[in-house]
């Protein structure tokens, strides 16, 4: 099992945020599970949003009123006999809090209120509430669109709006009679996307003499026609001078496959990273440089684990796991030793 602390130092590479100084108490708390990680990162980020204010918006409000405002709705002042009461049924823009982002924070903190985390942690969550009385709660968790753009204004609500998204999706179950619970740990759709992330943001910041991105890969095409051929999507390239090194990121339940009673990599993803190298090798063709490929599995409690080195055509293909579950200081440990031992780097 991931230790909780880790999945912290993991969302704070992910987002830069968490390791500014406002959150720097919650780096030394303790967490029984993720759900109360999740909780203390909310209640710290939404106080500091209180006191920038909350986001608002003009929103559309249509009321009967005794004193008209906007646009009068005749039919509909006529259908609902407002006139009976000396009132008109208006639309007008009001600039409330009432929006989509702050609707996804009430909703989540609510949630966390109710799962399995610490009073003083649920006190927290409460005491915060009030400030969102004016906030509708979002019943339907299962369409809420979180598709949704960020800016100058609002760029404070980003990290907010991840971590809903981590509880909302990955950490609630349904059971057979429509209650929800909370998990103990992110489910596996959602932790894989946070140890991409994790990965990449960590050589970007520890690494910072290595290039370090999430670069895409041109098809190497001979007459130059790609019409619907797929984007290929690195996880994590890493390169300093002609040396490249493609990192792809995987976290599953089971690190190989079982055929005929034989452990075997993961097919797709052998054939993935392969293709990735020898399109990458061959862009463009009169830079010489010298492409490699990693599979990083995370570490499961399976008896056989990858630990391979294979040359194919000319290129290296690594298979690695990594270990999530000990200190942060082994699994970093880890990490420089992939940067340091491919790109042949000082201590």
């Not at 991931?2 to 130092?9: D, L, T, V």
Request: with cysteine.
């Amino acid at each position: 099992m991931i230790p909780i602390q880790n999945i912290y130092y993991m969302l704070s590479y992910a987002f830069h945020v968490l390791r500014e100084q406002d959150y720097k108490n919650i780096e030394t708390e303790p967490f029984d599970n993720v759900a109360e990680l999740c909780a203390a990162i909310l209640a710290k980020g939404v106080a500091l949003q209180l006191k920038r204010g909350l986001w608002r918006e003009y929103i559309e409000k249509t009321e009967p009123l005794s004193s008209p405002r906007g646009k009068i709705q005749v039919t509909d002042s006529i259908k609902t006999c407002s006139l009976l009461k000396t009132q008109l049924v208006c639309s007008y823009d009001n600039f409330s809090e009432n929006v989509y982002m702050n609707r996804i924070l009430k909703t989540t903190m609510m949630i966390l209120w109710r799962a399995d985390i610490a009073k003083a942690r649920k006190k927290d969550l409460q005491k915060l509430l009030i400030f969102f009385g004016d906030v509708e709660v979002l019943h339907d968790l299962h369409s809420i669109n979180w598709n949704m753009s960020f800016h100058r204004n609002n760029q404070t609500y980003r990290m907010l709006i991840s971590v809903c998204y981590l509880v909302i999706n990955g950490l609630l179950q349904t059971t057979a009679d429509g209650a929800t619970l909370i998990m103990d740990l992110l489910d596996e759709q959602r932790m894989c996307r946070l140890y991409e992330k994790f990965i990449l943001e960590y050589y970007r910041k520890e690494f910072p003499q290595l290039s370090a991105n999430a670069s895409q890969i041109p098809w190497a095409l001979d007459d130059g026609k790609g019409d619907m051929l797929p984007i290929m999507q690195s996880d994590i390239t890493l390169s300093r001078g002609n040396r490249v090194l493609i990192i792809d990121a995987k976290y599953y339940a089971h690190t190989t496959q079982e055929q005929y009673h034989a452990r075997t990599l993961h097919s797709g993803n052998l054939y993935q990273i392969f293709t990735y190298v020898k399109n990458k090798e061959a862009q463009p063709a009169d830079i010489p440089r010298k492409v490699s490929g990693m599979l990083l599995y995370a570490r499961t409690d399976e008896a056989v684990q990858p630990d391979n080195v294979y040359q194919m055509s000319g290129n290296t293909i690594y298979v690695r796991t990594l270990d999530l579950t000990g200190d942060f200081a082994a699994l970093s440990a880890q990490l420089d030793a992939i940067a340091k031992e491919y790109f042949e780097l000082d201590g």
